[in-house]
Structures are given as C-alpha cells and as structure tokens.
Nanobody
Framework: QVQLVESGGGLVQAGGSLRLSCVASGRTSSRQAMGWFRQVPGKGREFVTAISSSGSSTYYADFVKGRFTISRDNAENTVYLQMNSLKPEDTAVYYC??????????????????WGQGTQVTVSS
C-alpha cells in the first residue's frame, strides 16, 4: 500500500499560480506512473495530467495544456503540479494518484490504485 499526501493548495486570484506537491510513502516504487485528477461537487473525478515512471513521458488534458506542468523527483518520491494562468473554472479538489502501470493508459481513474486525500484549490474572479 502507498500513502500519498498532497500539499500546496489554497486561494489564488485568477491569472495567478500555485504549485502542488505529492509525497509518497510506504510501499513505493519508482516504476509507478503518477497522475493528478480534480473533482468539483456533484461530479466525478476529471483527469488533469500524468507522468510516466521515468518522467520521460507526460500527458495533459486539453484544458490545461500550456498552463500546467507535471514533474517528478523519484529520489524524494515526490510529484509536482505547477499551475499557471489559473482560471475560476480550475477551482476543485485536486487528487494525486499512483498507478501500477509505468506508462500508457493513464487518463482513466480506473488505472490508479492509490489516492491522496486531496487538496483544495480555489481561484477567485
């Protein structure tokens, strides 16, 4: 079992930036791909971005391309999400997730085995 803890969420004005972090502990592996999803009340989790185990491949939802960047530091078991040019519609709870896969098929939440508790991101108008 892998434990994931997110941090870095908060309140920011439209056009601003935030950097989220996700630290993994327990039975972790550098072979695992990592992803970020988000959720608003009344809706299911939505894919945001993912990164392969080595960090060589990344995947982004269309609505965040050019604004968000995912990265990882395997030595520290940490994945990051740099969010720039934030919009009010980005307001959501953001979840970090670990996949048993090393790469590929990472846009579906069904391909992730462990999830963090989530961190709230609120973007004001």
């Amino acid at each position: 079992q892998v434990q994931l803890v997110e941090s870095g969420g908060g309140l920011v004005q439209a056009g601003g930036s935030l950097r989220l972090s996700c630290v993994a502990s327990g039975r972790t592996s550098s072979r695992q791909a990592m992803g970020w999803f988000r959720q608003v009340p009344g809706k299911g989790r939505e894919f945001v971005t993912a990164i392969s185990s080595s960090g060589s491949s990344t995947y982004y939802a269309d609505f965040v391309k050019g604004r968000f960047t995912i990265s990882r530091d395997n030595a520290e078991n940490t994945v990051y999400l740099q969010m720039n040019s934030l919009k009010p519609e980005d307001t959501a709870v953001y979840y970090c997730a670990a996949s048993p896969r090393s790469s590929g098929y990472l846009t579906s939440e069904n391909n992730y085995s462990d999830w963090g508790q989530g961190t709230q991101v609120t973007v004001s108008s």
